[in-house]
């Protein structure tokens, strides 16, 4: 028996964005994966390999136990202190970092994409482009990709703020490319991952983004752009039919490799 520990996701409201789940870490890694394995999800007790999704500290995990970090890196000096326990990398950059970094096991599990049904877009006859996700500056980004848009008939559609699952599964069966802006300060950044590429290749979705250390893994599976020229021009060879479903079907194929029946087989794996 697998038990997860995690602090459950919750709803947040932010004037710009709308109401937005944070924590969704919880719910993926979490509160979805325990209910396919038929694992536990916060039990009121240990029971069997027990999995703890950025604890806010570490001195009462015993020896044996994983750690999944996700984005809480300041548990990574802490694990310097307690060896014995094994720690979950979520995407490769983040696994070499920590093999580099400290001594403990360290075992790579990805996200699983959103896509469980496996469902597959058809292009529309005009194309549409999208973003999604909320962060200080996304509002005002969204509407200057909207207009660089224009320009080429490509029409562009974003979503700030979703609150489940199916707010997504409904975004992405809308658009034909996503766009996933990245700025520099995350080029180099070895602790994000690809989950949003990959989100969008489940759905046969190509998407045009800045190539980041965080993207290792699927590096051949996106469009690389630099910046917003390059993302018009890239956005308009998506017009052509055949180009446009040749990347579909790559992206489709890989993102395969994420579902969640297959990511399910790793934490059975673990021991």
């Not at 509160?31 to 009462?60: F, H, M, Q, T, V």
């Not at 996700?70 to 070499?96: F, N, R, T």
């Amino acid at each position: 028996m697998i038990s997860f520990f995690a602090k459950s996701a919750f709803l947040r409201e932010d004037k710009t964005t709308g109401v937005f789940v944070t924590r969704v870490s919880s719910r993926i890694r979490g509160e979805e994966i325990s209910e396919y394995l038929g694992a536990k999800y916060n039990p009121e007790e240990r029971d069997g390999l027990c999995i703890y999704l950025k604890p806010r500290g570490l001195d009462n995990l015993k020896d044996g136990d994983y750690v999944d970090i996700l984005d809480e890196i300041s548990l990574i000096p802490k694990l310097k202190e307690h060896p014995g326990l094994k720690v979950i990398a979520m995407s490769q950059a983040q696994y070499e970092y920590l093999k580099e970094n400290l001594k403990n096991e360290i075992f790579l599990i990805h996200h699983h994409h959103i896509n469980f049904e496996r469902f597959k877009r058809t292009r529309n006859k005009n194309l549409v482009g999208g973003a999604i996700g909320h962060s200080k500056y996304a509002h005002d980004l969204y509407e200057t990709i909207k207009d660089a848009l224009s320009g080429s008939e490509i029409d562009f559609v974003s979503i700030l703020a979703y609150q489940t699952r199916q707010d997504m599964l409904d975004f992405f069966k809308k658009i034909d490319f996503l766009v996933a802006w990245n700025i520099d300060e995350y080029k180099d950044y070895p602790h994000s991952h690809p989950t949003k590429i990959i989100n969008a290749a489940s759905f046969g979705i190509p998407t045009l983004t800045q190539p980041i250390t965080g993207y290792k893994e699927f590096e051949e599976f996106y469009i690389p752009i630099k910046n917003m020229d390059s993302l018009v021009e890239e956005a308009e060879k998506l017009k052509d039919v055949n180009y446009y479903n040749q990347w579909s079907e790559r992206v489709f194929n890989e993102a395969e490799k994420y579902h969640i029946s297959k990511i399910a087989e790793l934490y059975k794996q673990l021991k």
